[in-house]
């Protein structure tokens, strides 16, 4: 089974969130999305952490901050499901957070550039430096088909933030 299919379930779970769709529809106050960029901050800064990107223009952390800062608003908290995912990370190894990698940064420059349009502020979270064909290149090199539970792993940490976010939403 290639990775797409092994993760389609979770991949498909974590799209329909309510949270997700809410952006989806432009529907996020600067509040909301605010709380969701400190979320994301919080998951790329470990993995950020670790110098272990397959290519420098990857690098989302600073970008995040700029993000965080235009919307003006500072009372962002780490979630409880965040925390638990950032200490999972912490964890692992190369080869287990490679699928990690994978998973968020495929994630930005797929889904993330319908999202650019929909939310507060400028989303330089999904604009890239470079040529995105070589980014996107630099993941798929790293990625593998036996990595799909890991993969699950991080899909059903993202789903537990999703449900979080709207749980504390409005």
Do not use: C, W
Not at 32 to 59: C, D, M, W
Not at 62 to 80: C, M, P, S, W
Not at 105 to 128: D, T
């Amino acid at each position: 089974m290639t990775l797409k299919e092994a993760t389609a379930e979770l991949h498909s779970k974590a799209e329909k969130m309510e949270f997700n769709q809410r952006m989806f529809r432009g529907e996020l106050s600067k509040l909301e999305y605010g709380n969701y960029l400190t979320q994301q901050l919080a998951i790329f800064s470990e993995i950020e952490s670790r110098e272990v990107l397959p290519h420098k223009n990857l690098k989302r952390s600073e970008v995040i901050r700029q993000d965080i800062n235009e919307l003006g608003v500072y009372t962002f908290k780490i979630n409880k499901a965040t925390n638990d995912y950032v200490v999972y990370l912490g964890d692992l190894n190369q080869n287990s957070l490679n699928a990690h990698i994978y998973l968020n940064y495929l994630a930005i420059m797929f889904g993330g550039q319908m999202m650019k349009s929909k939310v507060p502020g400028s989303g330089k979270m999904y604009e890239f430096e470079g040529d995105m064909r070589e980014l996107i290149g630099s993941v798929r090199a790293i990625q593998n088909d036996e990595m799909a539970d890991e993969v699950n792993k991080g899909f059903q940490y993202i789903i537990n933030i999703l449900d979080e976010l709207q749980k504390n939403a409005g």
